[in-house]
């Protein structure tokens, strides 16, 4: 299998994955670059790893075959200018359910019981002054595309947002169940957190996990809290050696190579369409913000 990179950042890491899944990278250019000579070198599958306001340019630029773009799928941008007569599948990378602890927590959901509500959080102190909106577009819609895949796509209809000087919370649902995302400024932080709570019935199940700059990714083992006043926790942490944030992004990857290479699909796998769904949902809530 043949593949070429399209950006020179965040591609690198697409280039390492592709090549641990066995697929050979003949090619890797900038968002800048010629696209229209990809068409000459018989590929299997691109990936796009430009910033999310470039993805449906440079996606229409590339020859009709399989591609796997960088989240978002568009972000914040202009959500309909993907051109229609394109017919190969287009996936959207969210790690996120490909981590170990995202595994593990997954296959323990029927242990709280019933699922009643779920609050997503990333608390985020890093270099650059983006604002909150393109903030959460960028980081706390990796947990909620788990969660996502999970219990559903949420609905725009109903969303709400409220902003203030430091965070920005979305009031949504999947089918109808509650789900609150929340993306902060924490100041001294330095690093990112996330923390995602499913409060059932009979318990409540907790995934968290962050890095601090210069460091990699650590992430707590799955803990249970049952309503009898009992906790559990699912594992081992899951850190070192190597980065665990890599090593679901490579995961992420070889699913969408096993896909095309005729696997059954991954249900972790993002397709464009549905990618764009939580597009759709922040971009729709921030136009009816509350302050």
Same mark, same amino acid.
């Given at each position: 299998m043949r593949a070429a990179v399209v950006g020179t950042n965040w591609g690198r890491v697409h280039k390492s994955a592709l090549e641990l899944a066995g697929v050979e990278v003949v090619a890797m250019l900038g968002r800048d670059d010629d696209l229209a000579s990809l068409s000459e070198l018989e590929l299997d599958l691109v990936t796009v790893a430009t910033p999310p306001q470039t993805h449906a340019a440079v996606i229409n630029a590339l020859?009709? #075959?399989a591609v796997l773009c960088e989240k *978002?799928?568009?972000?914040?941008?202009?959500?309909?200018?993907? &051109?229609? =007569?394109?017919?190969?599948?287009?996936?959207?990378?969210?790690?996120?359910?490909?981590?170990?602890?995202?595994?593990?927590?997954?296959?323990?959901?029927?242990g709280i019981g019933t699922i009643e509500r779920v609050d997503i959080r990333s608390d985020v102190d890093l270099p650059g002054e983006l604002p909150l909106p393109a903030l959460a577009a960028e980081?706390?819609?990796?947990?909620?595309?788990? #969660?996502?895949?999970?219990?559903?796509? *949420?609905?725009?209809?109903?969303?709400r947002c409220?902003?203030? &000087?430091? =965070?920005?919370?979305?009031?949504?649902?999947?089918?109808a169940l509650p789900v609150t995302v929340t993306c902060r400024r924490a100041a001294g932080r330095r690093?990112?957190?996330?923390?995602?709570?499913f409060s059932g019935s009979q318990g409540r199940l907790t995934v968290t996990g962050g890095f601090a700059?210069?460091?990699e990714w650590v992430f707590e083992p799955p803990l249970i809290e049952s309503t009898?006043?009992?906790?559990?926790?699912?594992?081992?942490?899951?850190?070192?050696?190597?980065?665990?944030?890599?090593?679901?992004?490579a995961r992420s990857v070889a699913a969408v190579v096993?896909?095309?290479?005729?696997a059954p699909g991954d249900d972790m796998l993002f397709g464009w369409s549905v990618a764009l769904q939580l597009d759709r949902t922040l971009q729709r809530a921030l136009a009816r913000v509350q302050t």
């Open positions: 020859p009709d #075959v *978002p799928a568009v972000g914040l941008s202009d959500l309909d200018t993907l &051109d229609s =007569s394109r017919n190969a599948p287009i996936w959207v990378n969210y790690a996120f359910g490909f981590l170990e602890v995202a595994g593990r927590a997954g296959r323990a959901l029927p980081v706390v819609t990796h947990p909620w595309s788990w #969660v996502t895949s999970l219990l559903g796509s *949420p609905s725009p209809q109903e969303a409220v902003v203030d &000087d430091v =965070s920005l919370t979305l009031h949504t649902a999947s089918d690093g990112l957190t996330h923390a995602v709570t700059l210069g460091s009898d006043g009992s906790t559990q926790r699912l594992g081992q942490v899951e850190a070192g050696p190597g980065d665990p944030w890599f090593r679901a992004n096993s896909a095309l290479r005729g």
